[in-house]
């Protein structure tokens, strides 16, 4: 029983965009892609990602203030933590969820009488693939702040 929400056109190119990009992309990076797709303005994709955020087939990432294509939007229902490891160096994102976890924020929120609508936890840090190139003595795939210097 997949349940696919119905998707315009945008929706349906910005999802793709982020899908075939598999790293997190700024809503003005996501644009630069969709150009030749017709995509003149932000508001445009902004809408767009509105939709998909609202569905869960897209996560807002808030420390990089990116968006990523959900890995796993069929495993959403019923549940409102979802975790994200970001690596520093490649941006390489890993996205899951553990009930756990989740069942702590909940007692505390129980316990607080807090109404949860949602929990995003963001663990920052480098991937074994990048720690590995950089104790061989090369240089991952360098940043942006790295390359300008
Ligand atoms: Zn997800
Ligand atoms: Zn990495």
């Known amino acids: 029983m997949t349940q696919t929400p119905a998707l315009t056109r945008n929706q349906t190119l910005v999802l793709g965009t982020l899908t075939k ?7 003005y990076a996501i644009l630069d892609r969709l150009r030749e797709e ?30 990523v294509a959900c890995s796993h939007p069929h495993e959403h ?41 949602a929990t995003t936890l963001e663990i920052s840090g480098l991937c074994a693939a990048c720690r590995a190139a950089a104790a061989a003595g090369k240089p991952g795939k360098p940043g942006p702040e790295t390359s300008r210097r």
Not at 84 to 89: L, P, S, V, Y
């Open 77 to 117: 229902a019923g549940e409102t933590m979802v975790a994200f490891a970001i690596c520093e160096n490649c941006a390489r994102v890993w996205e899951f969820s553990d009930s756990k976890i989740e069942a702590r924020f909940s007692a505390w929120a129980e316990a607080e009488d807090f109404e949860t609508r």
């Open 21 to 27: 990009a598999g790293e997190p992309l700024s809503a």
């Open 38 to 67: 017709g995509f003149r303005a932000p508001l445009q994709v902004y809408r767009a990602l509105d939709k998909l955020l609202e569905t869960g087939l897209v996560h807002r990432l808030d420390s990089l203030k990116a968006f």
